[in-house]
């Protein structure tokens, strides 16, 4: 992906707004990890109470290793959060928690959206993999065919990116809604949580402002070659 041309310098605004989005979830959350709720209910108790107030009692809440590993599977029906959001009962972890559930919720209303970032992965994958080392190639041979499936498959992961925001935008959006309707965070703790879910966001937003910068090169090389 940093493959150094003259083109480079245009990944270098999505590579400083990427660096500023990494360190702004990462202080966010430590900040609000330290914010404890009136409650003191745990991440995983969160998780578990709204996945079972919306009847999705098949889903399963479970611990995940690391830091900001916390997601959701659909294909197992499994809310993974990492531990300090699995027993964590700050403002962080209940809000990210809840945003894993919301991904739970968009899973059984068939969120559209969803569906079609699943059905992405894969190719997504296969781009992240394939796309550069054959972009590359096809310029060293001058190989113009090699280029174009590099970019055809990269398009697959600027895709992907592109639809993950709406994806996690609605899974937050349901996260802070179900939170406060249902008692779980005062009102003056909704903004803590949604300070995190937004320098969350935030990183969604720089992958996908870094997947087209990348691409924007690709095809501006395609371009050099004719």
Do not use: C
């Not at 059905?119 to 190989?143: C, K, N, R, V, Y």
């Amino acid at each position: 992906m940093f493959f150094w041309d003259p083109t480079f310098f245009i990944l270098i605004p999505a590579m400083i707004l990427a660096m500023y989005a990494q360190n702004k979830v990462k202080t966010t959350f430590a900040a609000m990890s330290r914010v404890p709720t009136r409650r003191r209910l745990t991440g995983a108790e969160v998780a578990s109470r709204i996945l079972k107030m919306n009847g999705l009692t098949e889903v399963v809440v479970e611990p995940q290793p690391g830091r900001l590993t916390d997601h959701y599977d659909p294909r197992t029906k499994r809310v993974r959060l990492s531990e300090p959001v699995y027993s964590g009962r700050s403002v962080a972890a209940l809000g990210v928690a809840a945003h894993e559930v919301g991904h739970a919720l968009q899973d059984k209303g068939g969120y559209l959206p969803l569906k079609f970032r699943h059905g992405l992965l894969g190719p997504a994958q296969l781009g992240s993999t394939l796309a550069w080392p054959l972009a590359i190639f096809g310029l060293i041979l001058g190989s113009p065919k090699l280029l174009d499936i590099g970019i055809l498959l990269f398009s697959g992961v600027v895709l992907f990116h592109v639809v993950t925001l709406p994806v996690e935008l609605n899974a937050s959006s349901r996260a802070l809604a179900h939170l406060s309707k249902s008692g779980i965070l005062a009102g003056d703790e909704i903004p803590g949580a949604r300070k995190v879910l937004n320098a969350a966001a935030l990183t969604y937003l720089a992958a996908a402002a870094v997947a087209m910068a990348n691409l924007l090169r690709l095809l501006i090389l395609r371009g050099s070659r004719d």
